[in-house]
């Protein structure tokens, strides 16, 4: 089995979803595949709160380090530089998706430093769009982040998670996704996000 993400750095619904496909695929030896997802893209000619415009400014810039990360070092290193970032942007320390960050995270990941050249780099737009696109086409609608997909099968808006799940929970909401994904009738579920509290 193989799992793709596609996701954007700067959603913390998407830390979380990722943090949980690292632990399970990590556990059951599964592939994971990192692809983008640009909410800047997404949200393209819409009426938005200036703070979240100038967040997605800020992911653009990022999105295309990572995309020439792995168009020149690979998803291993897609991998590391997302985990440095979101454990800045994420984590405690609650910081914003800035150059220096990105930089910080490239040292931490060991990637050349002159990746962060790639932020003001507009030619790598068209991969990071390219990508994007592909992920709303497995969802089959315009969705947000993150969208994962397991195998060939169609992508699913989320899984949403409140927390990182403890590794049993983790491995029952693979199995659900994995089960339901080749269910083409299927289309949509949805709770508050701790419903019984």
Not at 133 to 148: F, H, K, L, Y
């Amino acid at each position: 089995m193989s799992i793709t993400l596609w996701f954007d750095p700067s959603c913390p619904f998407t830390w979380r979803t990722s943090r949980w496909v690292k632990d399970v695929a990590g556990r059951r030896d599964e592939k994971v595949s990192w692809r983008f997802l640009s909410l800047a893209i997404l949200n393209e000619g819409k009426e938005i709160p200036e703070n979240y415009r100038a967040a997605h400014q800020r992911a653009r810039a990022a999105l295309r380090v990572l995309a020439a990360t792995d168009e020149r070092h690979g998803q291993d290193a897609v991998d590391r530089l997302y985990t440095a970032i979101g454990e800045r942007v994420h984590g405690p320390a609650d910081r914003y998706l800035t150059r220096d960050v990105l930089v910080e995270a490239l040292a931490e990941a060991e990637l050349p430093d002159t990746l962060i050249e790639a932020a003001d780099d507009e030619s790598l737009d068209a991969a990071v769009r390219q990508s994007h696109e592909a992920g709303q086409a497995r969802v089959g609608t315009e969705t947000g982040s993150p969208v994962t997909a397991i195998d060939d099968g169609p992508g699913f808006f989320g899984p949403v998670v409140s927390s990182v799940p403890a590794p049993e929970d983790a491995d029952r909401l693979l199995d659900g996704l994995r089960l339901l994904s080749p269910v083409r009738v299927f289309s949509e579920m949805k709770r508050a996000r701790d419903p019984l509290s």
